[in-house]
């Protein structure tokens, strides 16, 4: 079995402990979750006991309905909060329709409301999120380090190129396109205000 493979089972497995764990946490069904992100109530259980590999999409409705950012997914529920995350512990998971590579940089540490996650976007690769507006307010900056990106906020698009940053605030639908014969390459920060 190729090392490749078997990441992909281990992220598989961490996805299906932390949306079980997130879902029993909140007393949550898997009826109400179901009903409350809008994925069936058979791909749910099929996340869960780690026989789907979801899309982006699907994950970013998951996190939505259970309250928390997408990255918060990919995450080990640490038994101790820790200021570092060595490289090689950083998780990486592939989304199966776009190709894109998401690696989680920050930290697991439910103290700090800043996280960051790099992402490697293929030529030609395209995503759309139906984000809605969330209980908590989610400022998310993009920063593009190489190749270039379109990103449509609600109705705004914006070109991106290397060294641009964006910012917005996460409560409309949102949509990633490379347009271009070359990967790129961005960093997302997103930091989170508690409800008021």
């Known amino acids: 079995m190729d090392i490749e493979r078997l990441a992909r089972m281990d992220i598989n497995a961490r996805i299906a ?3 079980r764990f ?3 946490q909140r007393g949550l069904s898997l009826d109400a979750l179901a009903a409350r992100c809008d994925v069936s109530r058979s791909m749910i259980s099929l996340i869960e006991r780690g026989q789907s590999n979801a899309t ?3 994950l970013e409705k998951l996190a939505a309905g259970l309250g928390v950012l997408l990255l918060a997914l990919f995450e080990e529920a640490p038994a101790a909060v820790a200021p570092l995350m060595r490289r090689a512990e950083q998780p990486e998971w592939r989304d199966p329709q776009s ?3 998401r690696r989680n940089i920050s ?3 439910p103290q700090t409301p ?3 996650v790099e ?3 293929p030529a030609g690769a395209q995503v759309t999120y139906e ?3 969330r209980d908590a307010r989610v400022h998310q900056q993009i920063w593009v380090l190489e190749g270039g990106i379109d990103i449509t906020v609600g109705t705004s698009r914006y070109a991106l190129e290397p060294g641009d940053c964006l910012a917005f605030q996460l409560d409309c639908p949102t949509a990633f396109h490379n347009p271009h014969r070359k990967a790129a390459r961005y960093a997302v920060v997103t930091s989170t205000e508690p409800a008021q």
Do not use: D, H, K, M
């Open 119 to 121: 992402v490697e976007f």
């Open 56 to 58: 982006a999409v699907v």
């Open 107 to 109: 930290p697991p540490n």
């Open 22 to 24: 997130l879902r029993q």
């Open 17 to 19: 402990s932390r949306v």
């Open 114 to 116: 800043i996280r960051i």
């Open 99 to 101: 190709g894109y590579l």
């Open 131 to 133: 984000t809605a507006a």
